[in-house]
C-alpha cells in the first residue's frame, strides 16, 4: 500500500512542482524568494496542523503555540549563549514538543469546543509570558536572534523548500500508511477503533507530538531566517488563524493541499497589500467562500472532479 | 477606600462580561453554535453608535439603538449565510459540521473586524455616553455612566429571564434547548425559535457592545479578546448553563480587576487564564454544566 501510495499521480506532481520551484532562484527578483521562503514555511504549519484536523479531528486554534515555542526557544538560547545554530533549533524542537504533549493532555479528557478552547488559551498565556518577561523575549519589541543561518536569499529559498519538500513527504507518507489509517479511524470513532483493539491514546498522542516536531522546527527556522521573533509574527493569534485558514482553504485531511493554501494565502495577501485594511477582509471573504460552497478545499475538489470523471 | 473602589469597578466590568457571556451560551444551549464572530459583532455595535452618534450627530440615545439593530441584522445575517447553510449542507459531513461553523464564524469574525478597520480605521473609539457626571458612592468617585452600565446589564439579563421563564415563546426557546425533536413534534417550527434566539442574541451582543463602547471605548482589535473571554467565561460556567456564566462573568471580573488594582495592569488576564486552565483540568464541564 505505502509503496503505491509512492508513485500515486499527487505524489509525482508534487515532486515535478518541487523540482520546478528549485529552479526559480534563476529567475525570480529576491523579493519573490522571500515571500516564498515565509510561504514555505507556512506550509509547514499548516501541514502540521492538517495532521491534527484532518486525521486526529482535533480543531487546535493554537497552532501558534507550537510554533511560538519552537520560535522563541531557538531565539533565546542564541540570544543568550551563542551556541551552535543547529542546538538551538534542536531545542526549539524540544520545547515545542513538550508543549504539543501539554497540549495533547487536555485533548484526550475534554472534546469538541473545550479542547479547542484550552488551546486558544494555551496561546494568550504564552503571548501574556512574553510580554511579561521582556527582559529575556524582548516583550512587546520583539527578540533579537544575532545569528543567522545564511545571508544569501537564494539558499534561504532553497532550504525553506527542501524542509518543506522533505517535511511534506514524511507527513504525507505517514498519513498514507497503516498508522496514518488507525489515526483517522481514531478521530472518527475513537469508540469503534478502540473496540477493534486499537490504542486510540497513542496513536493521538503520537500525532501531537508529531504535529509539534514539525510546527516548532519551521518555527526555528524561519526565526533564523528572518532574524527576528516577535509576538505579531509567531505567536499571536491571527498567526495561527492564518495557518487554519491555509489549511482549510487547501483542502482538509490532504497534507499536500495545506502547502497550496498556504502559499496561495501568501501570494494573495501580497497581491492586494495595496488595498491595506481591505486586503485581509478579502483573504478571509475568499477562504469563507471556500469553506461554504466547497468544503473539500482547492485540492478536494481537483480530487473531486476527477473521481467524478 | 481601595476595597470600595476595586468593589464597586469590578462589579461594573463583571455586570459587562456577564451580558455579553449570556448571549454567547444561549446561542450554544439552544442552537449548539459556537459564534466566533462574537466579538467582531459586539465592536460593530459599538463603532455604529459612535458612528451615529458622533459623525452624524443622531444623539447618544439614537446612536446606541442603531447600534444595537446593526448588531441585531448581523447576527441574523450570520445565521442565514453561514449557520444555516452549513447545518443544511451535505457537502460536509454530519460530525465535522461543528468544525466548519468554528472555522467559518471565525472568517466571518474577521471580516466584520476588517470592515470596520477600512471604513472607521482601527482607532480606539468611546461611545457617546448617555448618561454625563460623576457620583460620589461610599468614598469613590465613580463616573455615572458605570452604574448606568451595571444597571442596564442586568436589567436586560432580567429580561431575559422573563421571557424565557414566562412567556410562551420563552417555554419554546427553553424546550428546543432540551430536546429539538420533542419541540417540533409539539407543532412548533423549529427553525423559527432559531431565528428568533439569533435575534435575541444579536440584540444582547449589540447592548453589551454599545455599553462596553461608552465604559471602555473599543477598536476594531477588540474583536478577537472579546470573544475570547466570552468564549472563556461561558466555558469557565459551563457550556449552556446560564447562571453559571453569570457566576463566571463575576469570577473573572472582579480576578482581573483585582490583579490590575493590586499587582499591575499588565497582568490583568493572566489569573483567569490560569483559573480557566485548572478548571480544564479538574472539572471540564465548568462549574454549573451539566453532562
Not at chain 1, 112 to 122: E, H, K, Q, R, S
Amino acid at each position: 500500500m505505502l509503496r503505491r501510495a509512492l508513485v500515486s499521480p499527487p505524489v509525482l506532481i508534487s515532486l515535478i512542482v518541487v523540482l520546478l520551484a528549485a529552479t526559480l532562484p534563476l529567475y525570480v527578483s529576491g523579493y519573490v524568494l522571500g515571500l516564498l521562503t515565509i510561504a514555505y514555511y507556512f506550509g509547514v504549519f499548516s501541514m502540521a496542523w492538517d495532521l491534527l484536523f484532518g486525521f486526529a479531528n482535533e480543531v487546535n486554534f493554537g497552532p501558534s503555540f507550537l510554533i511560538g515555542l519552537g520560535a522563541y526557544t531557538a531565539g533565546i538560547l542564541d540570544n543568550l549563549y551563542q551556541p551552535p545554530i543547529a542546538l538551538c533549533i534542536a531545542a526549539g524542537v524540544l520545547a515545542s514538543m513538550i508543549g504539543g504533549l501539554v497540549l495533547a493532555l487536555p485533548a484526550l479528557r475534554v472534546r469538541g469546543p473545550y479542547f479547542g478552547l484550552t488551546t486558544l488559551v494555551a496561546v494568550l498565556m504564552l503571548q501574556n509570558f512574553v510580554v511579561v518577561a521582556a527582559s529575556l523575549t524582548g516583550g512587546e519589541i520583539g527578540l533579537t536572534i544575532p545569528d543567522v543561518i545564511s545571508i544569501d536569499d537564494k539558499v534561504n529559498y532553497w532550504i525553506a523548500l527542501g524542509f518543506m519538500a522533505v517535511s511534506g513527504a514524511i507527513l504525507y507518507g505517514l498519513t498514507r500508511s497503516p498508522v496514518g489509517l488507525i489515526l483517522q479511524a481514531s478521530g472518527q470513532d475513537p469508540v469503534q477503533a478502540g473496540a477493534l483493539g486499537f490504542n486510540v491514546t497513542k496513536h493521538k498522542l503520537a500525532a501531537f507530538l508529531v504535529s509539534a516536531f514539525f510546527s516548532g522546527l519551521a518555527g526555528a527556522l524561519m526565526a533564523f531566517y528572518l532574524g527576528t521573533a516577535s509576538v505579531g509574527t509567531f505567536i499571536d493569534v491571527t498567526v495561527g488563524v492564518q495557518v487554519i485558514i491555509g489549511a482549510v482553504l487547501g483542502g482538509r485531511r490532504t497534507i499536500l493541499g495545506a502547502v497550496l493554501g498556504a502559499v496561495f494565502l501568501v501570494a494573495l495577501g501580497e497581491t492586494l497589500r495595496p488595498l491595506g485594511d481591505l486586503a485581509t477582509f478579502i483573504v478571509s471573504a475568499v477562504a469563507l467562500i471556500v469553506v461554504l460552497f466547497f468544503p473539500a478545499g482547492l485540492l478536494g475538489m481537483v480530487k473531486g472532479a476527477r473521481e467524478a470523471t | 477606600m481601595l476595597f470600595w473602589q476595586i468593589l464597586i469597578d469590578g462589579f461594573a466590568i463583571s455586570s459587562l462580561y456577564a451580558l455579553g457571556a449570556t448571549g454567547f451560551t444561549l446561542i450554544f444551549g439552544v442552537t449548539g453554535v459556537l459564534n466566533l464572530s462574537h466579538g467582531a459583532i459586539m465592536v460593530a455595535a459599538a463603532v455604529a453608535a459612535w458612528a451615529a452618534s458622533g459623525n452624524f450627530g443622531a444623539g447618544a440615545y439614537v446612536g446606541a439603538v442603531f447600534g444595537v439593530v446593526v448588531a441585531l441584522l448581523l447576527a441574523l445575517a450570520t445565521y442565514y449565510l453561514i449557520v444555516r447553510r452549513l447545518q443544511l449542507s451535505r457537502a460536509v459531513r454530519e460530525e465535522e459540521k461543528e468544525i466548519f461553523i468554528l472555522t467559518a464564524t471565525l472568517l466571518w469574525g474577521i471580516m466584520i473586524q476588517e470592515a470596520i478597520a477600512y471604513l472607521f480605521t482601527n482607532n480606539a473609539k468611546t461611545v457617546l455616553p448617555i448618561v454625563d457626571g460623576v457620583v460620589t458612592i461610599l468614598g469613590v468617585r465613580t463616573p455615572a455612566n458605570e452604574i448606568f452600565t451595571a444597571f442596564v446589564c442586568w436589567a436586560t439579563i432580567g429580561a431575559l429571564w422573563l421571557f424565557v421563564n414566562r412567556t410562551l415563546a420563552g417555554k419554546a426557546v427553553l424546550a428546543a434547548s432540551m430536546n429539538p425533536r420533542g419541540v417540533t413534534l409539539l407543532g412548533i417550527e423549529l427553525s423559527t425559535v432559531y431565528v428568533g434566539v439569533w435575534a435575541i442574541y444579536g440584540a444582547l451582543a449589540g447592548v453589551a457592545g454599545v455599553l462596553l463602547g461608552m465604559f471602555l471605548g473599543v477598536s476594531s482589535y477588540s474583536a478577537g479578546p472579546l470573544t475570547a473571554s466570552a468564549f472563556s467565561i461561558v466555558v469557565l460556567g459551563g457550556l449552556g448553563s446560564v447562571s453559571g456564566s453569570l457566576i463566571a462573568a463575576y469570577v473573572v471580573g472582579y480576578l482581573e480587576t483585582l490583579t490590575a488594582y493590586l499587582i499591575s495592569p499588565a497582568y490583568r488576564a493572566i489569573p483567569a487564564l490560569l483559573l480557566l486552565v485548572a478548571v480544564m483540568y479538574v472539572r471540564p464541564r465548568g462549574l454549573l454544566g451539566r453532562r
